[in-house]
């Protein structure tokens, strides 16, 4: 069964360093989000992505964050200037196959454990 | 905007008995979908079950099922014959059928299962 893949699954940055976090979405997926857990707290909306834009962004989603597609299988979320509150478990999922159902579900991958020292 | 509400932060029960998990939302929209997602130690989110807002009949996967009320925005999980593997943290969770499909999650009950 497809599966959508994240890489790496832990990592660990110091503040103020930039990381990116890398993503394969199930193919032929169109939309694409990110989400973030931090930890003991509920899992909050970062970000969608569709046809190579931002298509919805939460208000955690500033200025040091940004999503890319550089190809055609991942998709990648870098945080400029890493803070402490950034330390986080963050998921990517996608969904919608071309001309699928309107309800098509999101699948989640497995996470990327950020910790920021 | 929409919020989703669990109320039970722990629950247990004893393994191969039946337990249900509360969940209440909020939304002024008509329609909508519901779901309830599992996520283990390793903190990988799985989805259990999905209801559509506009389908009065309750899902049902397995040992799974919702107890769906649209009128009173409840949407309950029911897990039937408890196994060791169902220890987890269980999200509701809710997302538009509109232009919106970001999914809102609730803060989680995390269910221990007694042996």
């Known amino acids: 069964e497809p599966e959508v893949t994240q890489t790496p699954s832990h990592q660990v940055t110091q503040m103020g360093q930039e990381v990116i976090l890398r993503c394969v979405p199930i193919?032929?997926?169109?939309?694409f989000y990110w989400y973030r857990q931090i930890l003991g707290q509920k899992v909050e909306f970062l970000v969608s992505?569709?046809?190579?834009?931002?298509?919805?962004k939460s208000e955690i989603f500033d200025d040091q964050f940004s999503v890319e597609r550089p190809d055609g299988s991942n998709f990648t979320l870098k945080i400029r200037s890493t803070k402490l509150e950034d330390s986080a478990m963050y998921f990517c999922?996608?969904?919608?196959?071309?001309?699928?159902?309107?309800?098509?579900?999101?699948?989640f991958g497995p996470g990327t454990r950020l910790l920021v020292l | 905007a929409q919020t989703v509400t669990q109320s039970q932060p722990e629950m247990s029960v004893q393994e191969a008995e039946t337990v249900t998990l509360s969940c209440t939302y909020d939304t002024s929209e008509s329609d909508y979908y519901l779901f309830w997602y599992k996520q283990p130690p390793s903190r990988q989110m799985i989805l259990v079950i999905r209801q559509e807002a506009y389908k009065q009949q309750n899902a049902t996967e397995n040992r799974f099922s919702v107890n769906f009320q649209k009128a009173a925005k409840s949407f309950s999980l029911k897990i039937s014959d408890s196994q060791l593997g169902d220890a987890a943290m269980y999200f509701c969770?809710?997302?538009?059928?509109?232009?919106?499909?970001?999914?809102?999650f609730g803060k989680g009950t995390r269910l221990h299962i007694l042996p």
């Open positions: 999922a996608s969904n919608r196959l071309p001309g699928g159902p309107r309800e098509e579900t999101q699948y």
């Open positions: 992505f569709y046809n190579n834009e931002i298509s919805e």
């Open positions: 193919s032929n997926h169109l939309y």
């Open positions: 969770a809710y997302r538009s059928a509109g232009g919106d499909d970001k999914i809102i």
